[in-house]
């Protein structure tokens, strides 16, 4: 009994301690690292001996070209180290948002999609690059491509690469069902697609499929090539141009593909290129940059050019990836050291070879005119898209609430996909979107 | 007596948790309701006091009244199935038969998955293309479901995937409740000629009535908040189906950037949860 007393009164009070020992110790824990970090940045502007680490939020599909433009980028520049977060495209817009809209300055270079440029500047997002990049640096990039960057003038991003779409097939497929090839300068149109299509689809085969299910930015060169506008002029309205009567027969045909004629797969986007690299699907709109993804997985493809609807206009997509530099960013100097590379200088060069994506830069794209390499199946890709952006793309709307439109016309196709009346969708779409644009009036696109 | 000489200690033991509660818990609630009455400008991020407008404008938008809606409706079903069928399978892990730790131990399985896990797992064991739940259907000769892609079925097909993640849990709580009950008390109900229903209602659910408040009570809220699942595989769709308060309000404040309104939002969520909250308490409460 008397033993029990004094190991209760220690109990007692050590407890707490204890408790309150491992409050202390996660405090200066987090002290620690915040003094750790910010001395490294006071470092990192002021003195060039230092190494000084800037954080590039990308899109994860771009981790093979973007690693060995980092790897090369950090051999010129040792004292620089570039960290990538990579993150998959759902969740990159939301992550960009979280991070920037609480100002975190762990933030330095980020991917930012050209219909956003004007988001993202509203909202106090980018620092302006007009001083941080030499004054000859917008003539190196084509002008549409500048001007899609610029927002009252000044450019906010730097044009890092774009992208247009081909119809890619299955040519064992094709030989299975007994159909001739399609013509690889003649432009199919999209009934002739469906008609083909629905011949192709059988047992575990589909007949078609695009690569970004659900994804305006794919979808929209259906309603572009019905001529229908998306936004009013000002980019704050929605009804009346999205769900206008063009546009519901854009988007019917697609929903149609699904749930009339059925020969797409109600996959989504993720799954897309796997579907077609293991012939589950014969004939695929994809972008240009998917051309060594599809090569590499060894099936035996042809590629065309992309449809359009009989007697109506040529529209293809047309996106493009830029990067820009955060507000908040404590290492403005570094971060514009690395976006001169990626969009300039050597950078843009590896991410061309690596990537196979469409350059924004003016002398890459007249070496695709001139060199041999590209009159080459496959390499020719590369030729018919640098050709479609020039002549049919059809850029995405411009609205500085651009987020917003696109999420719900995303969710809005899905919708449509799965079944719902591509009317309604619409309808129930512009409904929320007009209320969110509300808060950009005095903000207009123009 | 006792109480008053260590009250001094009592104090310091809740300290940290005391600390914790008002940091974690009653300071972001000040500031919830503080913040929605405010909105974020344009180019300068400075806020202005704009008073009741984010809750006007929430209540003009039918957007946010279908999102009530659906929160409500996946509530009221929620609640009750996951509360019932976690006393149920607490009752079956309290038998005594042979080999019970081994499931008790099973039934442990999915609750030590992660919500994103279980909803990664979920989401290709229910698509309409391979899933392997579908292929069972077709070969018991049903037809294939779309499960998720529908606007009918997805509401559904959350609340099972929950339920399943959450009830195992659940259970425990009550099976440490029913493992309290003496077994002397039901013995001798049994000799009084008590059919095991009636020893149910009068024996085994008065006493359990302490356990059954904190999981009437726990589960609500747990629900209420409820916002993972919805996020990461259906975010809000098909048609609005599934499209919470919760993720209308993260929607709001990370897609829309609309600060003001994702706060009036989580304030009226607060103010339904703590509303029903009262009302279990009130029913529930417990004599002794």
Known sequence: MIPKQPVKRFAAWCAPMLAAAVLFTGCSQGAGTSADSSSSNGQGSSTSSATTEISFEAYSNYEKPLTKVVEAFEQQNPNIKVKMNLVPIDQLTETIEIKLSSKAEDLDVLFVDTPLVMNYSVKGYLEPLDSLIPADAKAKWTKSAVDTVSYKGELMAAPMNSSSQVLYYNKDIFKKKGIPFPDADKRMTWEEVRDLAKQLTSDNVYGFSFEQVDKAYQLLALSDSLSAKMLSDDGLVSSGYSNSPEAVKAFQFYADLFNKDKVSPKIKKEESIDYFTSGKVAMFVSTNQNMPKIRDSGLNFGVTLHPYFAGQKVATPTGAWNVGISKYSEHKEASAKFIKFLTLGEGAKILFKEGGTLPPQIDLLNSIDTDPKYEQFPDNVIRIAAKESRETAVPRPKTPGYLEWEKNMNKAFEDMKNGADPQKALDDAVHVIDNLLKKYKGVAAN | ?288
Not at chain 2, 54 to 70: H, M, T
Not at chain 2, 71 to 85: D, G, R, S
Not at chain 2, 135 to 151: E, H, K, N, R, T
Not at chain 2, 260 to 265: K, T, V
């Open chain 2, 1 to 288: 007596m006792k109480l008053k000489n260590n009250i001094g200690s009592i104090l310091l033991f809740l300290l940290p948790t005391l600390a914790g509660l008002f940091l974690f818990k009653l300071y972001p609630i000040f500031s919830a309701v503080v913040q929605s009455v405010y909105t974020t400008q344009f180019f300068t991020g400075e806020k202005s006091f704009v008073g009741l407008q984010n809750y006007q404008s929430l209540f003009a938008d039918p957007v946010f009244w279908n999102s009530l809606k659906v929160t409500l409706v996946f509530n009221l079903i929620i609640n009750p199935l996951q509360i019932v069928l976690a006393f149920a399978l607490a009752m079956l892990l309290n038998t005594k038969i042979k080999r019970i730790a081994f499931f008790r131990g099973i039934h442990f399985v999915p609750v030590a998955v992660s919500v994103p896990t279980a909803c990664v797992l979920w989401n290709i064991m229910l698509s309409p293309e391979q899933g392997v739940v579908n292929s069972i259907l077709v070969a018991l000769g049903l037809d294939p479901q779309p499960f998720l892609g529908s606007s009918l079925q997805a509401l559904g097909s959350i609340i099972a995937i929950a339920s399943w993640k959450g009830v195992g849990y659940w259970s425990l709580f009550l099976l440490a409740g029913l493992q309290e009950i003496p077994g002397s008390l039901l013995e001798a109900s049994s000799l009084d000629g008590a059919s095991r229903w009636k020893q149910f209602v009068h024996v085994i659910l008065p006493l359990m009535k302490r356990p059954l408040t904190f999981i009437v009570v726990a589960v609500t809220t747990a629900n209420f908040l409820l916002f993972s699942p919805m996020y990461i595989l259906t975010k809000g769709g098909p048609e609005n189906s599934t499209n919470v308060l919760m993720l209308e309000s993260f929607n709001n404040a990370f897609l829309y950037s609309d600060m003001g309104r994702s706060y009036a939002i989580m304030v009226i969520l607060l103010l339904i949860t703590l509303t029903v909250v009262a009302l279990q308490f009130k029913w529930l409460r417990t004599s002794h």
